[in-house]
């Protein structure tokens, strides 16, 4: 099948809610697509400045190669229709969709007590659209691989049987992904899958970066740094080629991706380099309830102090630390932004917040030699031009000069004409990038991805010999 006949479904799911889009693939322009569904997409989030199986085909090796990353070579992509599903588990739950045509435009209730259920109103949603045999694969972002998921690959049941390994290392995440995958399998048997896995962007990490320093034998059990965000960062190499060009993109680049959850990236000739978040996406900067970097010592403290066990320590830093733990009141940058003047406590989250991102940008020119490109992204990013402002206020002995109109009208180069460092705002799409990735593993584009090799260097995955 070509390009031009592909439709995939790309489906994004999360703690409480599912993003998805359907993409039809074929000579449309790829990133940046100035189309109504994209314009769209870009005006609903907006909202997020605050914020977060049995047999399913062949055995045959479908693992694809580092190089699928690389920019160029785009197949041409067009988003069709886009949504979520949110509050998943909770009262209140809600499907919205948006697309290029009014009649498109859905806002409704629905009964989404848990993630199967939730899959089950997006299944039914994308057969009224598109029917049954309207679409030729779907593809889901996991957002933990392990050690052995360097690329995309196409879901089978050794696939699935490895999430299921790999459920602590993501607890939080990787349950609800999986239950994903095998309930479109039971409702769409024949349908091709593939896993676009967030942490395949940094697997190739320097190893001087993603050691951890703790006992070595750990790392035989696949404890490493793994970094997230890595569609996002896929996605905002290639726009950074197409708008500035192959050099400018294998310059030394910070990516910062700063929404509910928020993480940094350093990458020279277009790889990475090093990247904030660490073994699971806890880790870096502060966040909306996410603690980012942490003491291990504290972990014990509170433990003997307060009583707490390992299940309660991970859901205070997961879910109660964060902006939401320093403000106590709220974890939306939008709202602490309004009651900063009068809340020393909100005030004091943005100033951490903003000060941390910073102390990572630093640190990251200097793992890179310096620094030629700055981009911001993910709702904060995208959409705060104060917090922008904070961030690169300090900043000038690097070279970043920010140009006050162009960074509070959001303007995609926010640098002064002076400023040796380039500053953009680039909006990112994980849903496209995870399109485009199925396009290419499945050959729907024309590449031959058969007959591959599996990862000669495989980690024995959680739970196989008995470790947790």
Known sequence: MSSAGARVLAVNGGSSSIKFALFAGGGEPGPGTNNEATKARKHEEVSAVGGDMTETGSEVSDRVPSQVWSAGNDPGIRRVLGGEIERIGQPGARMRVSGGQEADNISRPVEAPDHTAAAGVLMDWVEEQVGRDGFDAVGHRIVHGGPNHGGPERITATVLEEFHWLSPFDPEHLPEETLLAEAFHRRFPDLPQVACFDTAFHHDLPRVARLLPIPRRFEARGVRRYGFHGLSYAYLLEELERLDGRDVAEGRVVLAHLGNGASLAAVHHGKPVDTSMGFTPTGGVPMSSRSGDLDPGLMF????????????????????????????????????????????????????????????????????????????????????????????????????????????ASDTVISAADSRVSVRVIHTDEEYMIAKLVIRTLGLAGGDMTGMSDNPDRVPSPGAGGSE
């Not at 320590?313 to 709220?330: A, D, K, R, W």
């Not at 630093?362 to 917090?387: P, Q």
């Open 301 to 408: 403290y509170l433990a003997r102090t307060e009583g707490l066990d390992a299940k309660q320590l991970n859901h205070m830093v997961s879910f109660e630390s964060g902006l939401l733990g320093i403000s106590e009141t709220n974890s939306d940058v939008r709202d602490l932004l309004v009651r900063e003047e009068k809340d020393v406590p909100a005030a004091e989250a943005i100033a951490l917040f903003c000060y941390q991102v910073k102390k990572w940008i630093g640190a990251f020119a200097a793992a890179l030699g310096g620094l030629d490109t700055l981009v911001f992204s993910g709702g904060i990013g995208e959409n705060a031009s104060t917090i922008r402002a904070r961030i690169c206020g300090g900043l000038e002995f690097l070279g970043v000069r920010l140009d006050p109109k162009q960074n509070a």
